[in-house]
Nanobody, 118 residues
């Protein structure tokens, strides 16, 4: 199975920033559209941001202008830069295939917890 490892989460105050990282030895990010998702307590996992193989990005309305998704092909790592964090951004963040992308034997990782205090 292919399972990503997310890191970079933590406890921050509103207005601060975090950068999340995602690495997976069995996924070549440069040829797969990838995304970040998040799941808050009591809610379903939802799309936060995604990036295509060509580098095009799109974002959930709630994070536009604050979050940036990127890929470092040399490090085979996907990042999510999160600025101006809000308490409503509190969730477990996961990286995975973009919507409509299938990665054989993919399995969700454990995610990384982001907690934003007011």
């Amino acid at each position: 199975q292919v399972q990503p490892v997310e890191s970079g989460g933590g406890l921050v105050q509103a207005g601060e920033s975090l950068r999340l990282s995602c690495a997976a030895s069995g996924i070549i990010f440069s040829i797969n559209a990838m995304a970040w998702y998040r799941q808050a307590p009591g809610k379903q996992r939802g799309l936060v941001a995604q990036i295509t193989r060509g580098g095009s990005t799109n974002y959930a309305d709630s994070v536009k202008g604050r979050f940036t998704i990127s890929i470092d092909n040399a490090k085979n790592t996907v990042y999510l830069q999160m600025n101006s964090l809000k308490p409503e951004d509190t969730a477990v963040y996961y990286c995975g295939p973009a919507v409509g992308t299938v990665i054989p034997r993919f399995r969700w990782g454990q995610g990384t917890q982001v907690t934003v205090s007011s």
